[in-house]
């Protein structure tokens, strides 16, 4: 069984995606495997100094995420851009891994970690998929915390994706990361009996 996990940024999906992996599931992350990508010789940092200038490049040569993340949170075309290039490179990876998985141990959960999962067309890929979810307010107070970025930049970045309500409304599994960490592990306690995977 394989499930997509999504949510908005900053809910708590790497918190769920630990409480599963805990319990036995295999984790694809595609934000490591977005990192993965863009490393020192890789095609696709290379296509983003092209498309994006040199600038964007830190002088060791590693991506700065952080002047990158200005431009594209700043321009919808230009993040599209960035989109064109990075998602076909990491989606090659996720099909990869997921079809080795499923040969390997297909007795095991399969967790692929998508941030952009709706906003990327991804859904049919999982046979379900959880959202993790806070309310919006709580969503942005974590981000400006974490990223330590002021009201303005983190608002940008939550409206560069789906509102979180329209996932939740969208979602097989819905999994409330607004309570106590004690909260979250139960619901997830919840999902792996009904799942069958107990």
């Known amino acids: ?30 934000d490591r495997i977005a ?26 040569g590693t991506l700065n995420r952080r002047k990158l993340g200005e431009i594209v949170f700043s321009d919808p075309t230009e993040r599209k851009a960035l989109e064109a290039i990075t998602h076909p490179a990491i989606r090659a990876i996720m099909k990869e891994r997921l079809a080795q998985y499923e040969r390997e141990t297909p007795d095991k959960l399969v967790v692929v970690d998508v941030p952009l999962l709706y906003e990327s067309q991804l ?27 002021s009201i303005e930049e983190a608002e940008r970045r939550l409206n560069a994706q789906m509102n979180i309500e329209d996932k939740k409304i969208r979602a097989d599994v819905v999994i409330d990361n607004g309570g106590a960490p004690e909260e979250t592990a139960a619901q997830i306690d919840r999902f792996w009996r009904e799942a069958g995977l107990a």
């Open 1 to 30: 069984m394989n499930i997509g996990l999504t949510g908005g940024i900053a809910t708590g999906k790497s918190t769920v995606a630990g409480l599963l992996v805990e319990r036995g599931a295999l984790l694809i992350d595609l």
């Open 123 to 149: 859904a049919s890929y999982f046979e379900r998929v959880m959202v993790v979810y806070v309310p919006r307010g709580e969503q942005l107070a974590r981000l400006m915390k974490r990223d330590n970025l």
């Open 35 to 60: 990192r993965e990508i863009v490393e020192p010789g890789q095609p696709s940092l290379a296509l983003i100094a092209e498309r994006f200038g040199h600038a964007v490049l830190n002088e060791d």
